[in-house]
């Protein structure tokens, strides 16, 4: 739970409450339908079970953001190490990812899917 308070205190310090939503709930439950950027911390074996989720749900452009963990089968558009964490002593790696057309099952805003 601190971790949730901590993201919610630097979230108003840097004015960005009408740009981001904290969400702390089963992520096996949570809509995402609405996201246009996800972040996922999780184990491989989560990020796997997670991924028919995120390919249901999230609309082609959306980035999924994954720490230290990738996400098999999806192609990074960005990787990159760096350091942070608490006391900025361990370097990180970041996989980001954007949805794309094939992978998505919703549609993307404003265009119809053709039959």
Do not use: C
């Not at 601190?2 to 409450?17: A, G, I, Y």
């Not at 964490?85 to 119809?112: C, D, Q, S």
Request: overall charge positive.
């Amino acid at each position: 739970r601190s971790l949730v308070e901590e993201t919610l205190r630097r979230v108003r310090k840097e004015k960005l409450e009408e740009q981001v939503q904290i969400i702390h709930d089963d992520m096996f439950k949570v809509n995402l339908s609405d996201a246009t950027v996800v972040t996922s911390y999780q184990l491989k074996s989560i990020n796997m079970a997670l991924k028919p989720m995120l390919e249901d749900q999230l609309k082609p452009g959306t980035r999924v953001i994954a720490i230290d963990f990738p996400i098999q089968g999806w192609k990074p558009v960005f990787v990159e190490k760096v350091k942070g964490g608490w006391h900025n002593k361990r370097y990180y790696t970041i996989y980001v990812y954007v949805i794309k057309p094939h992978i998505a099952k919703r549609p993307m805003l404003g265009f119809e899917v053709m039959k």
